[in-house]
């Protein structure tokens, strides 16, 4: 069983930037795939960035936030983090921390074996 906790989100202008983090209590953390997914209201649940188990390890993101968001890991202190930057309104939304074990960075929510109860990102126009 792994655990996830994120923190760090808010609400900022557009333009603004926040830092998410996602503390996680694996055994072993760098075995895990990690990803970022979001949800607005009324909308599906979707991906927006993960990266592999190596603490430099290969990032993925959607379109919608490429050249904005970046992913990033320590493995020593078993946490992730988004920074996210050039926020807009439409980055509203829930953010999600998940845990993957398959060793495939894979962009479906079904994907991911273990998530964290999410932490509420509102950009304010």
């Known amino acids: 069983q792994v655990q996830l906790v994120e923190s760090g989100g808010g609400l900022v202008q557009a333009g603004g930037s926040l830092r998410l983090s996602c503390t996680a209590s694996a055994r072993i953390f760098s075995i895990y795939i990690m990803g970022w997914f979001r949800q607005a209201p009324g909308k599906e649940r979707e991906f927006v960035a993960g990266?592999?188990?190596?603490?430099?390890?290969?990032?993925r993101y959607a379109d919608s936030v490429k050249g904005r968001f970046a992913i990033s890991r320590d493995n020593a202190k078993k946490m992730v983090y988004l920074e996210m930057n050039n926020l807009k309104p439409e980055d509203t939304a829930v953010y999600y921390c998940?845990?993957?074990?398959?060793?495939?960075?894979?962009?479906?929510?079904?994907?991911?074996?273990?998530w964290g109860q999410g932490t509420q990102v509102t950009v304010s126009s």
């Open positions: 998940a845990a993957d074990h398959s060793g495939n960075l894979r962009i479906g929510v079904a994907s991911y074996d273990y």
């Open positions: 990266i592999t188990g190596q603490h430099d390890g290969s990032t």
